[in-house]
């Protein structure tokens, strides 16, 4: 008779003799990892796949499910060989072969399970109860978790936990890994491949008179947050310096409130109804890939590069890389650098899928984790952007003008600038650790912190990025490149500290969220002026190509600024904004918010929900006197051009497909 170690069961001889007759099929223990794994996988693509099928096609999502496979069944085969390891180890010291069997079964199986059941409840809990737990509640569940599936594990007889693996585990494993293959050929079959950050060697060209053009934009960067805007803090003094010598637009809106679609306006010069990159996650479709201010660019003869901080502006994720000669991805000093990085597969849509939809647990223990080993340090420097784009106008292999895009993360939470400007506008010890940014979301602040001090810490990241530009538009000057060039200042989107929404992306449009800076500097120019004209992200790409000399093409949506910028009256009309993250792009647009504007007012409707909102913005920044009932001859007017301007965008999707 022996004993099993694990559930101090007496075994019989002929049980005794499974056992260890167990440990000559241990593939065995291996496929059931896979198969649980494989199992979890599959209840996130479930959870997640009605958002997905939003903006990606089948085949797309398929292909994201074949990488997430392929990274499960590696995962699982870590873990399987390091508890077969450990099972050795243990029976050289004190565990008999049996033992050692019995006890590298369980911690095989217990992880997986935990993980699997976690995201069983996740699903249950959000998908049938719309239930979003907080970070210490979901701590709570999940030691809960461990608990329930370490104990029946290590109740089971052994015998009995083996015979479960063989005949249910076991073939689903098998089945996982004849899609793993499948997945692998169809990778290879569509030219997916890892991006890498390149930099191709100029085209030999004669000597040109057109301006180079660098284009910086800011993300998360509000208006009104800005000393240039007339805020009571200095957070600005080397963009209120560099105003002495560009045109700065009071009244600059982006045309959403988050970033894929909206630099995927700057980049198209389209509404996000017409180049439909309405999701976090979606990307512009087949020949849309190439209607970008960088191919007209190129076509002309420039250099075209971008330098980019967010992954969610990078042309690797709108999937324009053709139209750039050189691209760099700045990844966080973090775990989630290198995780952004190896999961950067172009032809897929991975890089956002296995960090959002997919994965989603294991993002959320990687949060977690970045926050304890990197509790006072902000994740992406702009410095390293500004420093990569010097490198790239030093190459002396490119005798072109050249075009640069440098996007920089900051003020992006979380709001952690360095040592210098930490603290410089508020004391207090509120929201000093990344922790905090891991429970901040738009319904309300970090657990006991002050509105007032999320306010302060951001204030000093736009202090933090502004002293980085203000370095980099230095050397722009020392070099002679200052004077030659034409250089743009902007933001993505704002961000929101009042109405009761806090970051930003969301249903709301309020100036907070989309009234970003915009400042223009043309070659040679040496005064400043300021205009109170209203104009959108989707004017830039026309007014570049004005500047430098080129026709807009037809597709764009924006008028150029060119006129503004000489002194020139503008052109009366109505520009928009827009949040369409709920919209499929397969079909019309019939639920979202839409804000249109002119001179004077915003009016914003959210689609489907028989509610709407009309402000004088320039003279109600706060937006807090909602005008729908007393100027209804204003709100009958914008409410109609609404509504013929979203019929045209709806039957030019439908002639489009």
Not at 132 to 144: M, N, Q
Not at 350 to 357: R, S
Not at 387 to 404: A, C
């Amino acid at each position: 008779m022996q004993i099993d170690a694990a559930s101090n069961a007496v075994l019989s001889p002929a049980a005794a003799k499974g056992l260890i007759e167990a440990r000559t099929g241990p593939f065995i223990g291996l496929l059931s990892i896979i198969a649980i794994l494989s199992s979890s996988l599959e209840i996130e693509l479930l959870e997640h796949l009605d958002s997905l099928s939003s903006y990606m096609r089948f085949k797309e999502i398929a292909l994201d499910g074949g990488v997430a496979l392929l990274l499960v069944i590696a995962a699982a085969s870590l873990w399987w060989l390091c508890m077969m390891l450990l099972a050795a180890a243990g029976r050289r010291t004190l565990l008999s072969r049996e033992q050692g069997i019995s006890l590298a079964w369980r911690l095989c199986l217990i992880p997986p399970l935990i993980y699997f059941t976690t995201d069983l409840v996740n699903a249950a809990v959000r998908v049938r109860l719309g239930y979003h737990p907080k970070l210490h509640v979901w701590a709570i569940v999940v030691v809960g978790i461990v608990v329930l599936c370490s104990v029946w594990v290590c109740s089971l007889p052994i015998l009995k936990l083996q015979k479960f693996c063989r005949q249910r585990l076991a073939p689903i494993g098998w089945i996982h890994i004849l899609l793993s293959v499948m997945a692998l050929i169809a990778l290879r079959f569509h030219g997916v491949y890892l991006f890498h950050d390149y930099a191709r060697v100029g085209t030999p060209s004669a000597p040109s008179a057109l301006p180079d053009v660098y284009l910086i934009t800011f993300d998360a960067l509000r208006a009104d947050e800005m000393s240039l805007y007339g805020y009571s803090r200095p957070t600005t003094p080397n963009l209120d310096r560099f105003a002495g010598r560009c045109t700065t637009f009071d009244y600059f809106f982006a045309n959403s409130n988050f970033t894929t679609a909206t630099t995927t306006s700057i980049e198209t010069g389209q509404l996000p109804w017409r180049h439909r990159v309405r999701q976090g996650g979606a990307f512009l479709q087949l020949e849309d890939q190439n209607k970008t201010l960088a191919s007209v660019l190129k076509k002309h003869g420039y250099y075209t590069a971008m330098v980019t901080a967010n992954f969610f502006a990078g042309p690797f994720r709108h999937r324009t890389l053709d139209s750039y000669d050189a691209v760099s991805h700045v990844t966080q000093d973090n775990l989630f650098g290198p995780w952004s990085r190896y999961t950067n597969l172009i032809g897929t849509n991975a890089q956002h899928t296995l960090t959002v939809p997919l994965f989603e647990f294991v993002t959320g223990v990687r949060r977690y984790v970045d926050a304890l080993l990197f509790p006072d340090t902000y994740p992406s420097s702009p410095e390293v952007v500004f420093s990569r784009s010097r490198q790239l106008l030093e190459r002396s292999d490119i005798s072109q003008p050249r075009f640069l895009w440098a996007h920089v993360l900051a003020p992006h939470d979380p709001y952690l600038p360095p040592p210098p400007y930490r603290h410089r506008f508020g004391s207090g010890s509120e929201l000093n650790r990344n922790l905090d940014f891991i429970d901040l979301n738009t319904s309300s602040p970090p657990a006991g912190v002050s509105v007032a001090a999320l306010r302060a810490r951001y204030d000093e990241m736009v202090l933090y990025g502004d002293a980085a530009l203000g370095q980099f538009l230095d050397w722009l000057d020392e070099t002679g490149r200052m004077n030659k060039a034409v250089v743009i200042i902007s933001a993505d989107h704002g961000e929101a500290f009042e109405h009761g929404w806090f970051t930003h992306t969301g249903p709301y449009l309020y100036n907070d969220l989309i009234r970003i800076p915009l400042m223009i500097h043309l070659p040679s120019q040496q005064t400043g002026k300021r205009t109170d004209w209203a104009a959108e992200q989707a004017d830039l790409l026309p007014t570049i190509l004005d500047i430098v000399g080129i026709n807009s093409p037809e597709w764009t949506d924006g008028v150029s600024l060119k006129p503004t910028l000489k002194s020139g009256t503008p052109t009366k009309r109505y520009i928009f904004s827009m949040n369409l993250e709920h919209t499929s792009n397969f079909s019309p647009i019939q639920s979202g918010t839409v804000a249109v504007m002119d001179d004077e007012f915003k009016y914003v409707s959210y689609l489907g929900e028989q509610k709407d909102e009309l402000y004088r913005y320039k003279l109600d920044p706060g937006e807090s006197h909602n005008l729908i009932a007393s100027e209804i001859a204003t709100a009958q007017r914008m409410r109609a051009v609404l509504a013929d301007t979203l019929k045209d965008a709806n039957d030019r999707f439908t002639l489009a497909r």
